[in-house]
Structures are given as C-alpha cells and as structure tokens.
C-alpha cells in the first residue's frame, strides 16, 4: 500500500508556471508507476502525465505536452510536474496516482489516489 499527498496547488495567471509535488509513503515508491490526473468541474477525470518506475520513459495527453513535465525523485519518495505557459483551461483538482501495471490513461487501471491539490487559473 501507498499513500500520496498533493502539494503545491494555488492560484496562478494564465502564463505563469506552478510546480506540483506528491509525497509518497509506504510501500517501496520505486515500485509504481506514477501519473498526474486532473479534474475540472462538470467533467471526468483525465490522464495529464504518466512516468515509469525508473523515472527513463514519460507519457503526456496532447493538450499538455510540450508545457508540463513530469519527473520523480525516488530518494525522496516524491513525483512532480512542473507546469509552465500555464492556460485558463488547465484549471482543474490536479490528483497523483500510483499503480503496479503500466502506464495507462485509463483513470480505472490506477490503484492508488491522492486527495487532490486545486490549481486555478486567473485572466
């Protein structure tokens, strides 16, 4: 079992840049795979970034690729995305998830959620 918390979360211009972190504890973090979800009001969770055990291979949707990054420190037991040219659209509950499969963008195929940290964007 793992157990993830969101940081980093706030209220930023469209433009600017925001680095979100989730803490893992538990079990072995270098054992999952990790993503970054998001959800904005009214819709259904979507698959934002994905990385691999190892931190080697990354996975992005279409509409962040080129402004997010996703990344791992596993000494730290800690994921991160840092999100640059931030856009209004990207306002969402941002969630990390752990699983022991592959990466997929099906929000069902993770197994381990965090609570969430709120990004809004202002104009």
């Known amino acids: 079992q793992v157990q993830l918390v969101e940081s980093g979360g706030g209220l930023v211009q469209a433009g600017g840049s925001l680095r979100l972190s989730c803490a893992a504890s538990g079990r072995t973090f270098s054992s999952y795979n990790m993503g970054w979800f998001r959800q904005a009001p009214g819709k259904a969770r979507e698959f934002v970034a994905g990385i691999s055990r190892s931190g080697a291979n990354t996975y992005y949707a279409d509409s962040v690729k080129g402004r997010f990054t996703i990344s791992r420190d596993n000494a730290k037991n800690t994921l991160y995305l840092q999100m640059n040219s931030l856009k209004l659209e990207d306002t969402a509950v941002y969630y990390c998830?752990?699983?022991?499969?592959?990466?997929?963008?099906?929000?069902?195929?993770?197994?381990?959620w965090g609570q969430g940290t709120q990004v809004t964007l202002s104009s």
């Open positions: 998830a752990a699983n022991l499969g592959v990466v997929v963008t099906q929000p069902a195929a993770w197994n381990h």
